[in-house]
Structures are given as C-alpha cells and as structure tokens.
C-alpha cells in the first residue's frame, strides 16, 4: 500500500458532491424498492431527513426530483432505450444533442497509446495525479502530458482509503513515474463536470490494448442519454461472437464519466455490473437525464 497524503483540489461549491452523499443512500432505497415506487415521504423517512429538505437535495443535485429520479433508473426505461437506439453509429451526431445538452460528449478528442507502451508497463510515461471533488463523490484523476489518461472514482466497496485507488491504478502501469500534482488536472475535471463546457476540448489519452482501445473508442459514440448492449458493441467492433470479450475491456475502462462505459446495459435492458458500483451508475444515469431535461429547457427558453 501507498503512504500518500490525499490533497483534495476543491471547486468554490462543493454541494454536488455533499448532496451525493445523501443521493446515494437515497438510490440505494430507491433500488431496493423500485418495486413498491417509494413515496418522497417514504424515501426522506429512510434518509432521517423533512421531505422538503430531500427534494431540494435531489433538485439541486441533478434537476430531478426523486420522482422523476426513480423513473429515470427504471429497467423499463433502460429497455426503451435500447429498443430506440438502433445503430450507435447512426445516433452518434444527433441533431438533439447539439448545445449545451451535449455536456462533454462531443467536447472529447483523444488519442491511443501504442501497444508497445503498454508492453513496457508505463516505463517512460509520467502521471500527475491528484484527488478532486465530483459531483458522484471524490475522484481520482492521472495526467499525461498528452491529456487525461485516468478518472476512477473512490469507491467506498472497493476502496479502504483514496489511497487504495491509487494503488490500483499503479498497478495498471507499475513502471510509470507518478507524480502527485492535483492543479495539473484541476481544469479539466473541472470542464468535464460543468454543466454548460468550455469550447477547448478535453483531451484524453487512451492506454489500453488495441483491443481495449477499440470497445473505449465505441463508447465514445455513444449519445448523452442513450444506452447500447455489449452485444451491439460487440457487432461494431468485430462481431457479436466477441460479446463477453467486450464485456471485459468495458471493465478495464480507467475512464470512468469520460468514456461511458455507464451507458452500456445487458441485451434484456437491465443495468448490468460497473466497476465503481451500481449505485453510482444509476445515480450518473439519473444525473445525466436531470442535467439533459434541465439544459433542454434552458435552451428552449432563449430561443
């Protein structure tokens, strides 16, 4: 284990990620009483908190109200999805998702890493990273000089510490230099979580297998607010023979937000697995639908 100090790089407003900390308790309910579609009353009752006061969290957390939360993360609602996608490469540039809807879904360029850098196990390569505030809890971000090449959240089934996610990531690229530098990545994860982005892109690097590199570099297709089976990835790879092979590198991804491994789901609209729980995956699912209706009508009402 690592014996680092964890340096926190905070925005000026640091309720997002306070509010998730009540949301994810909140969705954790929410799942395990989908079937009887908790009351706000019953869901405020569970967290110790007034109604009022939840509504408000959830409000300003995502533009839902836990209603509307709940109906966003339903199975059915994941099923319609996949049912209405069709091609990913088809809805990829979705007249509908152009302004600030979009978030940084087409605010993303990047690059691969060849092979051979992965052959050498990171030797050569330099990562700044730090620890940051997000909006689904503390994050922990690696910077090349290239761009992002690492976004994992701290995970408290995963994680005994922020520490332990940095070991994690070592692990990936144990003969790589890593530098602890938070400001070196500040600005970016600040762009990638902002509502309405910068017009600079957010440059990310891609260190993976060719193979790896490929499924991520699908992911990036997929839409704000659409969701795709492994099985359909599988099909714009290579074939949808390499379905569980498609599986696995989604679980590799070590962008977690960035690439939308979040927006893949089983053929049979369930949530399927991710690698930093499926409490945060749902709850970036209802996210993205509150921050999409919200910028939707936010545009609506200046045109």
Partial sequence: MTDQTVELVQPNDLRPCRDYDIVQRAI??????????????????????????????????????????????????????????????????????????????????????????????????????????????????????????????????RHASPAAALDEMRARWPLAQWVPDAQASAATIAAIFSTYPAGTPVRIVLIGTDWEVRVWQALLKIPIHKAVSYTAIAKTVCTERATRAVGTAVGKNPLAFVVPCHRVRRSDGGLGGYHWNVTRKQAIIGWEAGVTARNGATQSSLT
């Fill in 28 to 157: 954790r309910f929410i799942h395990e009483q989908a079937k009887h579609q908790p009351s706000l009353d019953a869901i405020a009752a569970h967290l110790n908190l007034s109604p009022a006061y939840t509504q408000k969290v959830f409000t300003r957390w995502c533009g839902l109200s836990p209603k509307e939360f709940l109906q966003a993360i339903t199975i059915d609602g994941a099923r319609r999805m996949l049912e209405q996608t069709g091609s990913m490469l088809e809805t990829a540039h979705e007249v509908g998702l152009s302004g600030g809807s979009r978030l940084h879904d087409l605010f993303v360029t990047h690059e691969a890493v060849t092979p051979g850098d992965i052959k050498r196990r990171g030797a050569g390569l330099t990562l700044a990273y730090g620890y940051h505030e997000t909006p689904f809890g503390v994050a922990l971000a690696a910077m090349t000089s290239r761009g992002l090449a690492a976004l994992v959240f701290v995970d408290e089934e």
